[in-house]
DNA sequence: ATTTTTTGAGTAAACGTTTACGCAATTAAT
DNA sequence: ATTAATTGCGTAAACGTTTACTCAAAAAAT
């Protein structure tokens, strides 16, 4: 049997609730018990049984984090970001990871709400009606990182509209008229009706009507990036391509070597992400890079806001950071 | 104010036990309000309070997950293979990150540790002492995954010494005769030293006396394959290297490629690990690829079972994986 | 028709913590 | 020296579930 507040107390000659009281810093006490009580407790090997305290506090510092398991290798670094700032402020992450399949995201998610939580953080993830549903039928705050989902809950995520600005001026400034995105055509999520749209609008700022047939691939895969290069060819009938995610990018990198078109010489690449991946590639990922652990601070500090409204859209920073893979076609 | 069992009861007209016996479904009840039950739980939104079921059961199904920040991307694997295995049979996995600093690390066990735990799994962890003394001091089960921590806490992992007999076997029949193994030469995780006893001792199998110089690089880090190219030269004293992680194998190619070395004309390379990171390099890696999804599942019917000894050791599969980066040179 | 067994469901205690309330003892203010 | 305020701590209830015990009613066995 695990040691409790009360066999400390015993011991300490004295009721439960003064050790409640110390342990927790809460109400009064005399310094003199309070050393004693936690000079015991450090003794006697004991932990809080979280689930009683629980159980009898109202207000829930635990904070839900929904992770696909669909490898994204950024998942981490909002995770590490949302951990120290959660660390900080007193607030305890619990972590799930669901799958795609919606049966069992549903199972996840219910296994999640059945923690008392004071929020629900969903990463990256597209969540599915049901699921959405179940969510907000249940009393927890919701948020989304890394991912727009307009009016209905908050989300934190980079200006998806700005960022497509930022990637093409810097394309249109070294040279580069004909451009291409790699792997944001779903029709589905805003994150890709968002750069599609800017990346859109930043073509005709620069006076360039856009080829519709430019913007292909739609899974956030490394197989699109390779199936982008398939598709249109050698030579490719645009200098510059955008990769929608590191993975996408590197694909094109990888295609375009099997294909013989030359990197940047021949193909300009502007990779999404700009995750440790991108320094690991031949030539190094030229990437507007997004503020992950930023995200994932912000997330937390966000979700302490008592009155957080679903219209609440935060955006965190870009950095274009130059690669080898852009070449200056002037 | 959430739904509680009695909310349920109150409408169904019968008691809390009685709800309590159909939504666990344990003990008697009769189907007709079992199904009233169902429904009206279904309806009102009721969502179990875990906290209060932990408490008032003696026996945890809560298996609580290690993971460490530093990104080792096959963690996910691991735990994509736990939790399908968890969901199955009825546990629930806690995931914590816990980063280098070690006093981070042992605020996060302990509280991981408030919640009442079945056991506490480690992925591929070298824990630090004094946290390991906390979890040992706890009264749970402990398990390291991926890594091996003999005769002190049963482990899953592939069994390394036997791994570096299959590739230096596999590297021996395609003509190699000078091997490196880079990245496993730290003095202290079991894993490295279970790698070198077996690099060094399969060399002697085929006749060969190792050339100490030859095992290098202590970090698993892409800068550590990058260094060993650096650091041996053009041209290399050894026909092939052996990189002890996905990350330093990739470090290898492209600081051969940088230094000129073609792989894997100049230089063959097999790399341990074989995630989904070896299938985007070029060439594409060779690869001893350990079986993480066997290693999550075995983590948890390994810890259903009662009587689980210290010194248990149970070993996953390997599978050499030809890719490209391997010449015979017979 | 009686006895035995089974079934469905209620009662109440228990899990470990927190906290409102109260009270005596101490300290401060007059 | 009296009154007022403060301090330290105990009592007891509460949080939501589970479960060992009951017991009446229904079903089965005699």
Redesign the interface.
């Known amino acids: 049997m ?1 040691i409790t507040i009360k066999d400390i107390a015993n011991k300490a000659g004295i009721s439960a609730a003064s050790v409640s009281r110390i342990l927790t810093n809460r109400g009064r006490f005399s310094e003199a018990t309070a050393q004693r009580v936690r000079q015991l407790a450090h003794e006697m ?1 004991y ?9 009898s506090q109202k207000e829930s510092r635990v904070i839900g984090v929904l992770v696909p ?1 669909t ?1 994204t ?1 950024f998942a ?1 670094e909002i ?2 970001g949302m ?1 120290t700032k959660a ?1 900080e402020l007193g607030y ?6 669901v ?1 795609t399949d919606s049966q ?1 995201q549903i ?2 998610v ?2 999640l ?4 939580l004071l929020a629900v953080v969903m990463l990256a993830i597209d969540i599915e009606d049901p699921v959405f549903e179940v969510l907000t ?3 927890v705050r919701l948020l989304s990182v890394s991912n727009q989902l307009n009016n209905v809950i908050p989300s934190i995520s980079s200006d998806n509209y700005a960022m497509m600005h930022t990637i093409v001026d810097y394309l249109y400034n070294q040279g580069h008229r004909k451009m291409a995105l790699i792997g944001a055509s779903n029709p589905d999520p805003i994150v890709a009706i968002l750069r599609r749209k800017g990346f859109i609008d930043a073509l005709l700022d620069h006076g360039i009507t856009y080829n519709p047939d430019f913007i292909w691939g739609v899974e956030n895969a ?1 197989q699109t990036g390779l199936d982008a290069i398939k598709k249109f060819g050698n030579p490719l009938p645009f200098t510059a391509a955008i990769g929608s995610a590191d ?1 996408i990018s ?2 094109l990198l ?1 295609g375009a ?2 294909a013989g078109i030359a990197v940047p010489d021949d193909l300009s690449i502007v990779t999404i992400d700009g995750t ?1 991946l991108t ?2 590639t ?1 030539p190094i990922l030229t990437a507007a890079q997004q503020n992950f652990a930023q995200m994932g601070e912000l997330a937390i500090t966000t979700l302490a806001d008592q009155n957080l409204s679903p219209h609440t859209i935060i955006f965190t920073d870009i950095t274009l950071k130059p690669g080898d893979t852009v070449a200056n076609i002037n």
């Open positions: 695990a090997g932990y809080k049984n979280q689930s009683a305290a629980d159980l398991t490898h290798n981490d995770i590490k951990q660390f305890e992450l619990l972590i799930a990871f799958e069992q199972k996840t219910k296994s709400l059945s923690r008392q039928k249940a009393d490394y993975i590197i694909g990888n070597k099997d440790e320094q690991i031949r």
